[in-house]
């Protein structure tokens, strides 16, 4: 089994639907996060789990809402999303110790292609 | 605030050439990590390297090189005798110091796209 898996691999959905994208990690880590891939612009943090809890929001609309479960389990809810929304989205795992210098290096998934028409 | 700068949007080059990715970022802090990710086109990023902002020594594995400058504030990545596998989007990437409460994740540059040609 790879580190990071994501599901499903490519989604297509209609502006009123509901989906839900998943992130599973078997690495023993505890920290989860959630990144957009658009084109032709860097990566952008979307959500930080530590320990199950969420650390992060980078001002990401609330048509996105994730949860995380457990420490190996990361969802992202999708509804009412706009073309715009489309793109690749990677979760990503660490382990991280606490304290300063405490950045571990991000093991990705392979992302899940998301299309909204 | 945190920035990473990939000036080179695309680089296109010959098998075996030596290329070269720059690299620049913009950070307040003094303690940070710097990264590089390579994204072949299955689309997860492999983790290559970490560096933390006190060690300035430059370090090689097999044909990957990598020059930390914080005098310049650069991190380039050096890829000596290129080959068609080397295909991808390699990616810059900063994290600033966790400070508690939780981890920060990476702020990546916009990528170079690097291809090689038989």
């Known amino acids: 089994e790879t580190g990071v898996t994501q599901t499903p691999r490519h989604l297509v959905m209609g502006m009123t639907n509901k989906k839900s994208l998943k992130c599973e990690q078997h690495l023993g880590h505890n920290a989860m996060y959630w990144y957009k891939q658009s084109a032709k612009k860097p990566l952008e943090l979307m959500f930080v789990y530590s320990l199950e809890e969420r650390v992060e929001n980078n001002s990401v609309p609330s048509r996105f809402s994730p949860e995380c479960p457990n420490s190996s389990h990361l969802f992202l809810h999708l509804h009412t999303l706009q073309p715009e929304d489309s793109a690749l989205y990677l979760c990503?795992?660490?382990?991280?110790?606490?304290?300063?210098?405490?950045?571990?290096?991000?093991?990705f998934g392979e992302g899940s292609r998301l299309t909204v028409l | 605030a945190q920035k990473v700068t990939q000036a080179q949007t695309e680089i296109s080059v010959v098998e075996k050439e030596d290329v070269t990715l720059d690299c620049v970022y913009e950070t307040r802090d003094t303690t940070y990590y710097l990264f590089w990710y390579k994204q072949p086109p299955s689309g997860e990023l492999v983790f290559l390297i970490r560096?933390?902002?006190?060690?300035?020594q430059n370090e090689i594995s097999g044909r990957y090189s990598w020059n930390f400058q914080k005098s310049t504030s650069s991190f380039n990545f050096t890829i000596t005798a290129s080959q068609v596998v080397d295909s991808a989007v390699y990616f810059c990437a900063l994290s600033e110091a966790y400070s508690g409460g939780g981890a920060d994740g990476l702020t990546f540059g916009k990528g170079t796209h690097l291809i090689i040609q038989p």
């Open positions: 560096r933390n902002s006190f060690d300035e």
């Open positions: 990503a795992s660490s382990h991280n110790k606490g304290g300063v210098l405490d950045t571990g290096e991000l093991f």
